[in-house]
C-alpha cells in the first residue's frame, strides 16, 4: 500500500474519522451523526463493507482509545467493555472456570488474527446471524448495556438481537459492554461448530448449557438470529424429537454452500451429541 | 540432446538435483520482494478504475460518462467508442463471426464485464466516478449451463455465429467401432468438472504509458505469458511487437497460469493511457479477480470404454462438451487440446474416438489455470478406470496393470510421444510404500463398525512443455494449410561473464514463486565449477531487450525441461569457450579440463590450475589473445526447441508436449454420516518427473498442487446462480483450503530421465492438479458407493450422496416453500392487518402509502398506470444501497389477489422481485399472505451470496410490516413458525 500516490488497494468511499477519548464524547457524536455514523472498535466487519463499498457511513467514531473500555470485570457476570478485543478475552487466565462456554467458543471465531482485532463487542453490535459471540450470548441470557446521551439501559440478548445484522441498538446508542453471566455451580456448558474450513463462519454453531433441571441450548448460523430453547432434561427419542421439533421451527437458510436441510440436519445430529455429553 | 553445444556431462554428485535454498527466499523474508504493485511509478501516475455489468446479458443502450467527468479529480473514462477507434478485437483460434474487446462495446455478456474505465487522480476518486456514469442497459435472456447452452431455441451470445457452439470438431484414431463391437463390456460414464480456479495471492497489475511520438505503448505488468498473447495484444493495439514493451517485474505472488487472463485488461489500461496523456496504473482487487478474471474451463464428458474379458481396454470414446464462457478468449480452445493426442491417459489404447464442442455461456471467459486441460480429462478418464474395475470385480492395480504402457518411447493413438517412464514400478512403488494392503485392512475393518471408508487410485500422465502447435488441431487440416503450420516450444536463456569473472543468467521464464533463479544458479554454477551464490541470475524479462520467443512464459510446466535446459546449453557454450582459451594457456586437451571451485585445470594437476575469472578476464580485456575467429566479450544466448514436437499432420495425430511424466496417488477417506464432511485418512502421491533438478523445489511444486487439487475436489467453485449472478467473489464465498484443511501427503520419488530435454528433466508443477481431484473423488464415490460424485464434494453434496431420508416436520410445522433452494431466492410469508381486505388492497395501489411502505423510497412518481419510478434504498444493517427503481402493480382480483414487482439498478448491482400478494377476510382484518421470487446479480451477489436469502425475507416481510403499521395494526403479528413454537414450549430468543 502506498498512500503518497494515492495507488491503495483498499478503497472506502470518503468518511470522516473521528477519534474520541471518552464515552462521552462517543455519545454526543452519535446523537449528532446517528445513522450516518458508524462507531469502528476492531474494524473486522466495518472495514471490509467499507472497502468493498457496501456501508457509507460519512463519519467513523473510533471507540478504541476510550477510558475504561477496554476493562473486563467479573461481578454476578463477566462484563466486558466495548474496546475488549476477542483474543484479550480469550487470554484471561480465569475464563475457563467462569464461563467455560466462552472459553470452548472463542477459539472458533476466525483466525487468531482476527481475534487479536474484533471486539467482543463489535461481534455482538454486528449481530451476523453465524458469530460465535452473539450466539454465546444469547445461549447464557446475557445483556448488552447499551448507553447515549440520555443515559443507558440493559437489553436482554432475545430482546437485542432483531434479525440479520439488526439490533434493537438505536442510532444514537453505544454498545459499551455486554454481560455474560458466571456460570453456575453444578452447570455444565458446552459448544459445537460445524463450518466448511477452519475459522470460517459456522454453518451451525450450537451452544448449550445443562444444569440439573434444565437444558438450555442455543443455535445459530441457521436462522437471521440466535435462537434458545429451553427443555428439562430430555434424553433418548424425547430429545431427538425435541430437536427435530427445533431444526424444523428455525426459518433455516439457504445458501451456496449449505441447503436448510443440511442445517437442520446438524442441529439435530451435533445437538445430539452435544447434549449427549453434557448430560453424560 | 544437442551435444555439439557441449562436451560437458554434469556430473552424478554436483549442485544439480541437491535441496539447496531458494536464493529468492532471503529478499522475500525480509520484505524486500519487489512486486509487481510495488514497482515506483512514474511521477504523474494515474490510477483508474472497471465499471462492470451487473448483468449476465444485456444490450448497452447508453453509457453516459458527463458526469463522472465533472468529478474533480478524474482525468479520462474510457468506453467502447474509444476501443472502437484505437483498437481491434483479439484475435483467436477459431474463425468466427464473433468479437471480442477489451471493453464490451455493444453488449455485455457477463457479469463483471469491463464496459468502462475511469482515470483519476487516486483509485478513490475513480471508484467516486463509476458511480456517476450512466448506463441503460437492455436486459436479454442468458444461458449458465452447457445444458441450457445447447438447447434448441436458447439465447445465442454472438447472433452472427448462429449458435452457442463456436467449434467443433470429431476425430478418430485407429479402428474404434470395430474395437467396441468386439469388446466383451462397453462401460461408460458421464462427468462434469467444475468452473474452478487456482488463486494466487497477488492479483493483477498493469502499469501502462504511450507514447505520442512513436505509437508506442510501454507496459509493466504480472503477465506471465504464454508471449504468443504478446503478439495477441500487439494486433489488437494495431502496432509492431517492438512498440508495445512490455516489462516483468521480479517478484510474483502467483500465477497458476491465470494471470494469462490480463492480456485484455493491458490493452484497456494502455488505451486508457493513450486518453488520458499520462501513465495509468490498475490493480486487481480480490472481487475483479474471482469475478471476472478467469476460470477454468467446465466440462461435460460422455466417456465409454470397450473392455475386454481380462479388463484390457481397447477403445475409447470421448464425448467433450467445454463451457468457455461469455468470449472464446486466447488460447481458447486450447483446454480441448492440451492433452488431445494423449488422451489414452497411461494406457496402451489404439483406437480412440473423440468428439469436441466449445460452447459459449453468460460467464466469465475461461483460461489457462494450472493442470490446463488435464483435470477434466483425468477426472473423466481415472473415475473410468474405477468403474471398470467395480463392474468386473477386478482389483484395482491389476487392471491398471494390464492395460499401463509398458514401453518408451511410446507413441500414443493420437500422437502423443511419451519419452521414459515405468508406470507399473511407480505403481508399485505407491501401493508398497503408501500402504496399499494396510489400507485395504483399514477399510474392512471401519466399514464392518458401520462406517464410511473409501480408497481411491489415480494414474496420471503429466505432460509438460506444450507445443505451440496444439491448438491448431481444433482447426481443420485444410484450414491449418491456410493458417500455416504451428510447431515447437522454443525455450531461451543467456548467460554472460563480465570483466571480472562475475556470471549472470537471464532467461525468458517469467517465475511466478517456483524457485527458478535458484535452479539456473544451481545449474550455470556446476556448469562452470563454480558455486550456486557466485551466480546472478536476473529474470526481470523486457520484451524489448531481452531474448525470449512466443513460447516463453510461465505455464505448462515448462520451466524444469526447457528453459533450464536452454540455461544448461548456454552455460555449455560459455564453459567451451572458456575452455578453449584456457586449453592454450595450460598446453592441456579441452576436454581433460575441470571446472572446479573457481579454477581451471587439467584432470589429476590441480597444481596447475587457472583462475576462472583470469581466463573469462581475457575475452573482455585483451581479445587479441584469442584464437582467430573467437568471439570477444563472454555471453551466450541459448535458444532451444524440442524436436519431438511438431505440427499437428493430416491425420491430425499430434504430440501436444515435449516431455511426460508421471503420477500415481492413492488415497483413503473417511465420510462422516452426520454432517458429510470428508476426511482425509492417508494420501500417497508418486512421482516419476524425470532428472530432479532441486528435489526440495519439487516437493514444494507437489505440495502446492495437491493443495489446489484438494480444493477442486472439496472446496472450490466459481458458483452462478441460475440467475446468471455470480456468487463467489470473496475468499470466504470461493473456499481455498487453508493449511488447516490441508493433509501431509506421502511424497514418493522415481526418476525416469528423459532422453528428449537437455537436462532429462520433466515438469512437475501440475500433476496433482490433474490426479488428485480424481483420486479423492474415487476415494468418496468407493466410500459412499454410489457410482457418480460430483465435484466439489462438500458436504451438502455428499449428504445428497448419502440420501438418508430426512425425519419428517412434527405436526404443527410447516414445510420450507418448495422453491427454496441454494439458487433461488423465493419464500413466503404473511402478516395480520387490522383493516379489511378492501383497505389494504386499497393502500396497495395507492401511490402515497406504497412510498411509505417501500423501503428508503423517495420521489416516487407515476410513469404509467400503476407503475411507478423511485429511488429506494434496499438492504441489511450497514450494508445499504440506492436503486433506481421501477415498481408495477397488477390487479388479478382485486381486492384478493395482486401482483407487485420491482426492478432496480444501484452501485451494489441490479434486483429483481416478483411476488404475488393475497388478501383474506381474517376476523376484523385480514391475513396478507405473499410469496415472491427475487433475482440479485452483480456485487452484492459476489460478495454476500451467503447472506442473500435471509435478506432477501427480510426486506419483503418489511414492507408488509410497515403496511400494517400503516394501517394502525395494534402491532404487526407476523408469525414465523418459531415464535409459535417457542412460545408453546415457553422458551425465550
Known sequence: MDGADGGWCVKPPVFDYLRVDTVDEAVELLAKYGEDARVLAGGQSLLPMLNMRLAQPRVLIDITRCAGLDRISAGGALEVGAAVTQAALERRGTLQAESPLLARALPHISHFQVRSRGTVCGSIAHAEPSAELPLVLAALNGSVSLRSRKGRRELGAGAFFTGMLATARRADELVEAVRFPLAGQGERQGFSEFSLRHGDFAVVALAASVTPARIRLAVGGVDDRPRVVEWPRLSGSALDDGLNELAWSLDARNDPHASARQRRQLVRRLGRELIGVLCA | ?989
Open chain 2, 1 to 989: 540432446m544437442q551435444a555439439s553445444d557441449t562436451d560437458f556431462r554434469p556430473p552424478p554428485a554436483g549442485h544439480i538435483g541437491q535441496p539447496l535454498e531458494r536464493v529468492e527466499d532471503a529478499a522475500l523474508l525480509r520484505g524486500a520482494g519487489r512486486y509487481a504493485d510495488d514497482v515506483a511509478c512514474r511521477e504523474g501516475t494515474l490510477h483508474c478504475a472497471f465499471l462492470r455489468s451487473p448483468h449476465p446479458h444485456a444490450r448497452l443502450l447508453e453509457v453516459d460518462a458527463r458526469e463522472a467527468l465533472a468529478l474533480p479529480g478524474v482525468h479520462a473514462v474510457l468506453t467502447g467508442e474509444d476501443v472502437l477507434r484505437w483498437s481491434s478485437p483479439f484475435v483467436v483460434g477459431v474463425k468466427q463471426p464473433m468479437e471480442h474487446w477489451c471493453l464490451a462495446v455493444d453488449r455485455v455478456r457477463y457479469v463483471g464485464e469491463p464496459l468502462a474505465l475511469v482515470v483519476a487522480d487516486s483509485r478513490y476518486v475513480a471508484e467516486d466516478a463509476l458511480e456517476l456514469i450512466r448506463v441503460r442497459y437492455e436486459t436479454l435472456p442468458h444461458v449458465v449451463s452447457i445444458g441450457d447452452a445447447i438447447a434448441a431455441g436458447a439465447p445465442v451470445l454472438h447472433g452472427k455465429v448462429g449458435s452457442n457452439i463456436v467449434a467443433e470438431r470429431s476425430f478418430r484414431y485407429g479402428e474404434p467401432e470395430a474395437a467396441f463391437a468386439a469388446a466383451a463390456h462397453r462401460i461408460g460414464i458421464d462427468i462434469s468438472y467444475p468452473r474452478n480456479s487456482c488463486t494466487p495471492v497477488e492479483c493483477g497489475v498493469v502499469v501502462a504509458e504511450y507514447a505520442e511520438q512513436d505509437g508506442s505503448y510501454d507496459v509493466l505488468s504480472n503477465f506471465m505469458g504464454p508471449f504468443s498473447l504478446h503478439a495477441v495484444m500487439a494486433l489488437a493495439l494495431g502496432v509492431p511487437g517492438t512498440r508495445l514493451r512490455h516489462r516483468s517485474p521480479r517478484d510474483s505472488g502467483g500465477s497458476f497460469g491465470v494471470k494469462q487472463s490480463l492480456f485484455p485488461y493491458i490493452v484497456a489500461v494502455c488505451l486508457a493511457a493513450r486518453k488520458a496523456r499520462a501513465p495509468v496504473k490498475w490493480t486487481e482487487d480480490r472481487l475483479e479477480h474471482l469475478a471476472a478474471a478467469t476460470s477454468a474451463t467446465a466440462r461435460q464428458t460422455r466417456l465409454e470404454a470397450a473392455v475386454a474379458a481380462d479388463g484390457r481396454i481397447t477403445a475409447l470414446d470421448y464425448d467433450q462438451i467445454d463451457e468457455c464462457g461469455a468470449y472464446l478468449r486466447a488460447p481458447e480452445p486450447a483446454t480441448l487440446y492440451r492433452m488431445h493426442g494423449a488422451l489414452t491417459g497411461a494406457y496402451a489404447i489404439a483406437n480412440l474416438a473423440v468428439r469436441n464442442r466449445s460452447v459459449l455461456t453468460n460467464k466469465t471467459p475461461t483460461g489457462l489455470v494450472r493442470g490446463f486441460g488435464g483435470p477434466q480429462v483425468y477426472f473423466a478418464l481415472e473415475r473410468l478406470m474405477q468403474r471398470i474395475a467395480a463392474e468386473l470385480g477386478m482389483d484395482l492395480p491389476e487392471l491398471y496393470r494390464r492395460n499401463f504402457v509398458r514401453t518408451f518411447p511410446y507413441r500414443a493413438a493420437a500422437g502423443a510421444l511419451y519419452d521414459s517412464g515405468d508406470y507399473a514400478a511407480a505403481m508399485s512403488l505407491a501401493c508398497a510404500q503408501g500402504g496399499w494392503e494396510e489400507l485395504r485392512t483399514r477399510r474392512q475393518k471401519a466399514r464392518a463398525e458401520g462406517r464410511l471408508y473409501g480408497i481411491g487410485c489415480a494414474a496420471v500422465v503429466e505432460p509438460s512443455i506444450s507445443n505451440m502447435g496444439y491448438v491448431s488441431t481444433a482447426l481443420t487440416a485444410a484450414e491449418r494449410a491456410r493458417a500455416g503450420p504451428k510447431s515447437g516450444a522454443i525455450a531461451t536463456a543467456t548467460v554472460g561473464v563480465d570483466p571480472l569473472g562475475a556470471v549472470s543468467v537471464i532467461a525468458a521464464s517469467t517465475p511466478a514463486g517456483q524457485g527458478h533463479a535458484t535452479v539456473l544458479a544451481q545449474i550455470v554454477a556446476e556448469t562452470l565449477g563454480l558455486a550456486p551464490d557466485d551466480i546472478t541470475v536476473n529474470l526481470e524479462l523486457d520484451t524489448q531487450k531481452d531474448a525470449w520467443t512466443v513460447a516463453s512464459g510461465n505455464y505448462s510446466s515448462r520451466f524444469a525441461g526447457a528453459v533450464a535446459g536452454a540455461a544448461f546449453l548456454a552455460a555449455g557454450r560459455i564453459r567451451a569457450r572458456i575452455a578453449g582459451c584456457a586449453a592454450r594457456e595450460l598446453g592441456a586437451p579441452q576436454a581433460e579440463l575441470v571446472f572446479a571451485n573457481g579454477r581451471i585445470f587439467p584432470r589429476g594437476e590441480p597444481q596447475r590450475a587457472l583462475s576462472f575469472r583470469r581466463v573469462a578476464g581475457v575475452f573482455h580485456w585483451s581479445p587479441a589473445q584469442l584464437r582467430a575467429g573467437e568471439t570477444p566479450a563472454l555471453r551466450e544466448t541459448a535458444f532451444w526447441s524440442p524436436e519431438s514436437l511438431a505440427a499437428p499432420d493430416d491425420g491430425d495425430r499430434i504430440n501436444p508436449s515435449a516431455a511426460y511424466g508421471f503420477v500415481f496417488d492413492l488415497c483413503a477417506v473417511e465420510v462422516d454420516r452426520d454432517t458429510g464432511r470428508v476426511r482425509i485418512d492417508r494420501y500417497v502421491s508418486a512421482h516419476d518427473a524425470g532428472r530432479l533438478l532441486n528435489p526440495m523445489l519439487a516437493e514444494g511444486q507437489i505440495r502446492g498442487g495437491f493443495a489446489q487439487g484438494l480444493g477442486a475436489a472439496l472446496y472450490e467453485e466459481f458458483a452462478y446462480s441460475t440467475d446468471g449472478a455470480f456468487l463467489a467473489g470473496t475468499l470466504v464465498d470461493y473456499l481455498v483450503p487453508t493449511a488447516c484443511e490441508t493433509p501431509d501427503p506421502v511424497i514418493l520419488h522415481m526418476e525416469s530421465p528423459s532422453p528428449l530435454t537437455p537436462l532429462g528433466a520433466k515438469g512437475i508443477g501440475e500433476g496433482n492438479n490433474m490426479s488428485t481431484p480424481a483420486a479423492i473423488a474415487n476415494a468418496v464415490a468407493d466410500a459412499l458407493g454410489v457410482r457418480d460424485v460430483t465435484l466439489p464434494l462438500t458436504p451438502q453434496r455428499v449428504l445428497e450422496l448419502l440420501g438418508e431420508a430426512e425425519p419428517p416436520p412434527p405436526a404443527g410445522l410447516r414445510q420450507p416453500h418448495p422453491a427454496a433452494g441454494t439458487n433461488v431466492l423465493a419464500a413466503e410469508g404473511s402478516v395480520t392487518i387490522a383493516a379489511s381486505p378492501e383497505a389494504v388492497f386499497a393502500a396497495l395501489t395507492d401511490p402515497q402509502s406504497l412510498a411509505r411502505i417501500i423501503p428508503g423510497c423517495s420521489g416516487l412518481q407515476g410513469i404509467a398506470p400503476d407503475r411507478y419510478r423511485a429511488e429506494v434504498v434496499l438492504g441489511v444493517g450497514p450494508v445499504k444501497a440506492r436503486y433506481t427503481a421501477e415498481i408495477a402493480l397488477s390487479a388479478l382480483q382485486p381486492p384478493h389477489v395482486l401482483c407487485l414487482e420491482g426492478r432496480g439498478e444501484s452501485m451494489l448491482g441490479a434486483a429483481h422481485g416478483k411476488g404475488t400478494v393475497r388478501l383474506e377476510a381474517a376476523g376484523a382484518g385480514t391475513r396478507l399472505s405473499y410469496d415472491y421470487r427475487t433475482e440479485v446479480t452483480g456485487k452484492i451477489a459476489a460478495v454476500g451470496s451467503r447472506m442473500l436469502e435471509g435478506a432477501a425475507r427480510g426486506v419483503i416481510a418489511g414492507i408488509f410490516d410497515r403496511l400494517a403499521v400503516l394501517l394502525q395494526a395494534p402491532a404487526p403479528e407476523r408469525a414465523p413458525w418459531w415464535r409459535r413454537w417457542t412460545g408453546r414450549t415457553g422458551g425465550g430468543a
